[in-house]
């Protein structure tokens, strides 16, 4: 499968505890995003990397989230201290970058997170 | 301020007959506008963008789109609907200088047989 991948597909995680979700994204694609959906609203932009820098995270929802892309390949969304207002689909996109003829992003089957 | 508008939370049409999902779009300079869909507890899939040029563009799974740019509009169209055609769809744009893809809220579609 040359798509998006994302892992785990769900995670359940008491309140106060941390979460990781991994990003692989399609092989060629410079551009990776990530997406936050609650049920009934659209994808709601958290962060974009170009490579591995994280040129905007300014809509991350507060310091407990953190996202990472090392080598400009996979990338990691960190929440700490979970709360239950965190539970949502965490969605992860890539796209092959400012190419007028490949705008369109790739998104993953997402992480849903679940915090009790 | 980018954004994105579907003023329908739900469309219901008959097997068989034509749908149309609307979008309405707010963007600085040059949009890129995009339709995706998605299934129930799955990622999005892309449809259909519009860059430039023609002003209907065709996509996936028979559906086109209408890119109107004095309404600012980019409707989701498709002559003849089937019932798997059922579920959300999610208008998005990005400007020609931007990162970022805002979405609309979506509208579900349901074909009934």
């Known amino acids: 499968d040359t798509g998006v991948s994302q892992d785990p597909r769900h995670k359940i995680t008491k309140r106060g505890q941390n979460v990781t979700f991994r990003c692989d994204p399609i092989?060629?694609?410079?551009?990776l995003y990530w997406y936050r959906q609650t049920l009934g609203q659209g994808p709601e932009f958290l962060t974009y990397f170009q490579n591995e820098a994280q040129l905007e995270k300014s809509r991350l929802l507060s310091d407990r989230f953190s996202a990472e892309r090392p080598k400009g390949s996979f990338s990691t969304l960190e929440i700490q201290r979970t709360e239950q207002g965190d539970s949502a689909m965490y969605l992860c996109?890539?796209?092959?970058?400012?190419?007028?003829?490949?705008?369109?992003?790739?998104f993953g089957q997402g992480t849903r997170l679940t915090v009790v | 301020a980018q954004s994105v508008a579907q003023p329908e939370d739900q469309v219901n049409v008959a097997e068989g007959n034509p749908l149309t999902v609307k979008c309405t779009y707010s963007?600085?300079?040059?949009?890129?506008l995009f339709w995706y869909v998605q299934y129930p507890n799955r990622g999005l899939q892309f449809l259909l963008k519009?860059?430039?040029?023609?002003?209907l563009v065709k996509g996936s799974y028979g559906f086109e789109a209408e890119f109107n740019k004095s309404q600012t509009s980019f409707h989701l169209k498709k002559p003849s609907a089937l019932v798997s055609d059922s579920a959300l769809y999610f208008c998005?744009?990005?400007?020609?200088?931007?990162?970022?893809?805002?979405f609309g809220t979506g509208t579900s579609l349901t074909v009934i047989p």
């Open positions: 519009y860059i430039t040029g023609d002003n």
């Open positions: 998005a744009v990005r400007a020609y200088t931007g990162n970022q893809f805002y």
């Open positions: 963007v600085s300079g040059n949009p890129y």
């Open positions: 092989s060629e694609h410079n551009r």
């Open positions: 996109a890539s796209s092959l970058g400012f190419d007028r003829t490949n705008t369109e992003a790739f």
